[in-house]
């Protein structure tokens, strides 16, 4: 039933929490993750000093690279357990690039928290958890 399952991850205490209960849904359903991080384009140049000399100035995406990290962390995660998944990080705002994803990829379920970095945390739902459950094609699980 659920064998395809997008796990948008944004390094938050509860997209870990979703990533478990992805993992737990893989395994009943013999399934696979694909693990998935949005991110803003954010080239910055680094400092002379840092600079190397074939690619100078050298640029860097910082949100690309904070995306690529934790999407490296979780891997690390999943596939220690033996699930099989694939990652996915791919700039654009959360929402469109998460619903938009799932659509692409046929996906069975997204699983994903129901709040992410934001400081604020009177709200019940976060506005990607919010925007992909109210946008998404598929069934949407929000870990809390
Ligand atoms: N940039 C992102 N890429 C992929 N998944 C994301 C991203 N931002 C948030 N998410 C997912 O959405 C969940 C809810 O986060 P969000 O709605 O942004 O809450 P908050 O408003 O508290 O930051 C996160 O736990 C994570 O699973
Ligand atoms: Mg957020």
Request: glycine share 6%.
């Amino acid at each position: 039933m659920f064998e395809k399952i997008l796990v948008p991850l944004d390094g938050s205490e509860h997209a870990e929490h979703a990533l478990q209960k992805a993992i737990q849904l893989a395994k009943e359903f013999d399934g696979k993750l694909t693990l998935l991080h949005a991110y803003t384009p954010n080239l910055v140049s680094l400092p002379e000093e840092y600079a190397i000399p074939e690619t100078t100035p050298r640029m860097v995406d910082i949100h690309q690279e904070k995306g690529a990290y934790i999407l490296e962390e979780a891997s690390k995660k999943v596939d220690s357990l033996g699930v099989p998944f694939d990652t996915l990080l791919a700039p654009g705002s959360p929402v469109e690039t998460i619903v938009e994803a799932s659509k692409k990829g046929k996906f069975d379920l997204i699983v994903l928290g129901a709040r992410g970095l934001s400081p604020i945390k009177e709200v019940f739902l976060g506005s990607v958890s919010h925007g992909v459950a109210t946008h998404a094609q598929c069934p949407v699980l929000v870990v809390k």
